[in-house]
């Protein structure tokens, strides 16, 4: 357990420093321009959008953790598609022109990518700490969440197939986005729940643990009694 936390630290970590890195990186490069100290051009345009794109895959990634660290290999996966598709985009960013005839297939590709990361991402994360709880909330969340991919994703490649009335496309938004805050409130609970100390009629702190760890600590209290008692 004690390993698990260690490495989800330091995964929270890796991934927190990236997105401020990015954050300052587009702060300075708004300054710049703001005060004049370089003109805008085309590769500034270019920094910018790579910053956007490593910002938002580091979001992503950051609800990507508790799966990782869980060994869950879907959310695993999830996290090596999100890393595929901001590689995908930054190539798309810095080399587009060079890719010719292929471009508009590569750009299929990189959408499709994008896409299924973040909704398998979304997924994932929400399954690690929720599990059933607000089962139905969550799959009204995945399928307004998917509809509004499928639009975007269609709008990028250049069709408005799946927008033929606009308010039916707000509205999956605001239901995607509500749900969202709603099941984030609901694992800010659990996870205080689980972190929260508890007190015995004495006053005394208490803290729980799973029958593993029970079990773990009693051998390992068994043994150190045995090589103290062997030493004596």
Known sequence: MAGFIIERKKLFKIVSAEILVCVISAALIGIGLLFGLFKGTDVIGQIMLTLLTLFIAGLFLLNSINAVTAGNKVGIAAAIMLVVSALLCIILIWAGGLLGDFYDTYARITV???MVSILLDLIVGNYIILGKSLLIVQI?????????ELVIAFLILGSEALINVWQIFVLAIII???LYIVLK????NIAQKETETKVNANGEEMVTITKKEYEELKAAAEKLKELTENAE
């Open 112 to 114: 499709i990518v994008a």
């Open 185 to 188: 409130v609901k694992e800010k």
């Open 176 to 178: 995607a986005l509500t």
């Open 140 to 148: 009204f969340q995945y399928l307004s969440f998917a509809y509004v």
